[in-house]
T-cell receptor, first 111, second 112 residues
Framework: TQLLEQSPQFLSIQEGENLTVYCNSS?????LQWYRQEPGEGPVLLVT?????EVKKLKRLTFQFGDARKDSSLHITAAQPGDTGLYLC???????????FGTGTRLQVFP | ETGVTQTPRHLVMGMTNKKSLKCEQH?????MYWYKQSAKKPLELMFV???????ENNSVPSRFSPECPNSSHLFLHLHTLQPEDSALYLC???????????FGQGTRLTVV
């Protein structure tokens, strides 16, 4: 079983559309990180959320940490082809040195 | 420029070969990680080093042998690999364990 489940697994949309991707778990986390990975590259950190209910914005990207700190969402407004990539959430696994990643959402934005 | 450099970018090796992957970080970080990324699986943590000491081994087969001679360098020694070991191997570093990770571009490994 996966500690972090992301949905949807795949998403193909047209430029200009809005979308939301989700990261869910049954466990409570102290913090959660979002990354984007482009083809042929390593993941790049987008944001870290640490407080239940916290909302952070990064240009057209809005990140929310659930009130109970068990889930998070990433909303993209007016998607662009440059948003194409694999979106990953990650959490520090409590009482270990492990940084665990979710199953990922692969996003394709067509012009 | 991520500050984390991996070499080689691509590697093809036979099942009887011995090879090594190299990772170098110029960020002054104290923690380094090896991850495996396969086509149909999530990003899998393999090893964690904190201040040059291995603190996590995520049940990785012994044909993968990590080495961390100092906080800036991390190696992954490979021997007698299997075709199912073919994957993208990613190195990452962070200031301290479990804080934001900075990744290299990865080594695309093919075992034939």
């Amino acid at each position: 079983t996966q500690l972090l489940e992301q949905s949807p697994q795949f998403l193909s949309i047209q430029e200009g559309e809005n979308l939301t991707v989700y990261c869910n778990s049954s466990s409570v986390f102290s913090s959660l990180q979002w990354y984007r990975q482009e083809p042929g590259e390593g993941p790049v950190l987008l944001v870290t959320v640490v407080t239940g209910g916290e909302v952070k914005k990064l240009k057209r990207l809005t990140f929310q940490f659930g009130d109970a700190r068990k889930d998070s969402s990433l909303h993209i407004t007016a998607a662009q082809p440059g948003d194409t990539g694999l979106y990953l959430c990650a959490i520090p696994y409590e009482n270990t040195d492990k940084l665990i990643f979710g199953t990922g959402t692969r996003l394709q934005v067509f012009p | 420029e991520t500050g984390v450099t991996q070499t080689p970018r691509h590697l093809v090796m036979g099942m009887t070969n011995k090879k090594s992957l190299k990772c170098e970080q110029h960020l002054g970080h104290n923690a380094m990680y090896w991850y495996k990324q396969s086509a149909k699986k999530p990003l899998e943590l393999m090893f964690v080093y904190n201040f040059k000491e291995q603190t996590e081994n995520n049940s990785v087969p012994s044909r993968f042998s990590p080495e961390c001679p100092n906080s800036s360098h991390l190696f992954l020694h490979l021997h007698t690999l299997q075709p199912e070991d073919s994957a993208l191997y990613l190195c990452a570093s962070s200031q301290t364990v479990n804080t934001e990770a900075f990744f290299g571009q990865g080594t695309r490994l093919t075992v034939v």
